[in-house]
């Protein structure tokens, strides 16, 4: 049976290498899709999930191996890709975004959620980016359940309004 | 489809994640872990410390007045040594002798070559060695490489700049960084076919395929507006360096001399 989480991050804490390329080979496909979306920025994603998981292990002594890592680590990665992004004031993401976009990838939709206020875009994003609960989203972001739920009606809402899609 | 399914297929990733970003990442998270694990052993060593430090007070004292031997230091002993540059069935035998596996990286897995050359090594020379039966990887690259060709391209005329860079660099796909406001350190290194440059102020950035001649000139470029900076700021560690690990038959693996690293007080 392969290895919990939290079984290879208390091996990690330890000083264990190997359960360190674990974890890392476990979670880091994820932490740059998360990079990509968040940060639109294909070109400097995998740096910003370099940065966040570099800061995640670097502080790996503090994580509760008790508690789940993938919603702790998750946090990380997306507090660091929307750092990233205030940051970087240049960023062309919707650029990006639209120029890497299949054929099949309605633009239309990619321009309107770039338009939206960045509280209800990262709710949109990660809510159909990364398919995560609204339970989960709130985790991630650090705020109760309820503002996630109701970022996440408004973020839709405006869509709506946006693409004239009929509720 | 609805608006939640328009959503999906418009935010739908399916970037491969690249094998060779994938390696340099997992250096820079391994080394944090480490370093995590020293902090996490400091913070340890001190909640306990207190009551203990009557006791560590009377041993420094006892061990300031009892007679000693002078044994040899076991510190060497305890550090990785530099492969780097070794031949690689060298490198192999020195890591068995010390009871640790070899682990090839990057080129290829297999026996030892005569002919092939260690050009990089993780852990790194002088870092704590892994206990016995750890493993230890090694880049090794297949052909003799070109040291007498490359050289430090910073501070040459742009001619003697080029000379430095591989003609196989040809081509080299470029990633852009973004700005950031607090600069300590400047790295641009060449990986696979990927450049990284760290961001500095009053720097443009770039992104997209180069010349051999266009990397020399942004590392040139690079270098000259830093040393615009002179005195600007309190300390400025910059560090330009060259690493390069190709394929086609050509150069497979390089770690270059091409590392500066400067300060203005």
């Known amino acids: ?28 496909p994820a932490a740059c899709r998360t990079a990509r979306l968040l940060t639109g920025d294909t070109a400097s994603a995998e740096d910003v999930a370099q940065d966040a998981l570099v800061r995640a292990f670097g502080h790996l002594h503090r994580f509760d191996a008790s508690r789940p890592f993938t919603p702790w680590l998750r946090r990380i990665v997306i507090n660091t890709a929307l750092n990233h992004r205030r940051r970087g004031a240049r960023l062309v993401a919707l650029d990006n975004r639209l120029t890497a976009a299949q054929p099949d990838q309605p633009t239309d939709v990619l321009r309107a959620v ?36 109701s970022r996440l009606a408004r973020a839709m809402a405006d869509l709506r309004t946006e693409l004239e899609v009929p509720r | 489809m609805n608006l939640d399914d328009t959503l999906r297929t418009a935010l739908r990733d399916d970037d491969p994640v690249d094998p060779q970003r994938l390696d340099l990442a997992l250096e820079a998270v391994t080394k944090a872990a480490m370093r995590s694990r020293r902090r996490g052993r400091v913070r340890r060593v001190t909640s306990v410390s207190l009551p203990v430090t009557g006791v560590a007070v009377a041993g420094i004292g006892l061990w300031a007045i009892l007679p000693r031997g002078s044994g040899p230091t076991t510190a060497p002993k305890t550090l990785m040594p530099e492969l780097r540059g070794l031949r690689e069935d060298d490198a192999w035998a020195r890591l068995r002798a010390l009871g640790l596996f070899p682990q090839v990286v990057s080129v290829r897995r297999g026996p030892p070559a005569a002919g092939a050359t260690v050009v990089g090594q993780q852990p790194a020379p002088g870092d704590r060695l892994p206990a016995p ?13 070109p040291r007498d060709n490359l050289g430090d391209p910073v501070r040459r005329p742009m001619s003697a700049g080029m000379a430095c860079i591989p003609a196989s660099c040809d081509g080299l796909r470029v990633a852009a960084w973004p700005r950031r406001a607090a600069i300590r350190r400047v790295t641009a290194s060449i990986e696979g076919r990927v450049i990284v440059l760290r961001p500095v102020r009053g720097t443009d950035y770039w992104q997209g395929t180069l010349s051999r001649s266009g990397i020399a000139a942004r590392l040139l470029a690079a270098r ?23 394929a086609d038959g050509r150069v497979r693996g390089y770690s270059s001399p091409v590392q500066v690293r400067s300060g203005w007080g």
Do not use: K
């Not at chain 1, 939290?6 to 974890?23: I, K, M, N, S, Y």
């Not at chain 1, 709710?123 to 650090?142: D, H, M, N, Q």
């Open chain 1, 1 to 28: 049976m392969e290895p919990s989480d939290q079984d290879l991050a208390r091996a990690a804490q330890r000083g264990d290498r190997e359960a360190v390329e674990t974890l890392f080979a476990r979670h880091w």
């Open chain 1, 114 to 149: 770039e338009r939206l206020s960045e509280d209800r875009r990262v709710v949109v994003l990660l809510r159909f980016g990364l398919e995560l609960t609204p339970a989960e989203i709130a985790e991630a972001l650090g705020v109760p359940v309820g503002t996630a739920n």
């Open chain 2, 224 to 246: 000259g507006t830093l040393d615009g900076w002179g005195g600007s700021r309190p300390t400025i560690a910059v560090e330009v360096r060259l690493r390069i690990h190709l």
């Open chain 2, 133 to 145: 039966g750890g493993r230890v990887r090694i880049n090794v690259a297949e052909v003799p490489l």
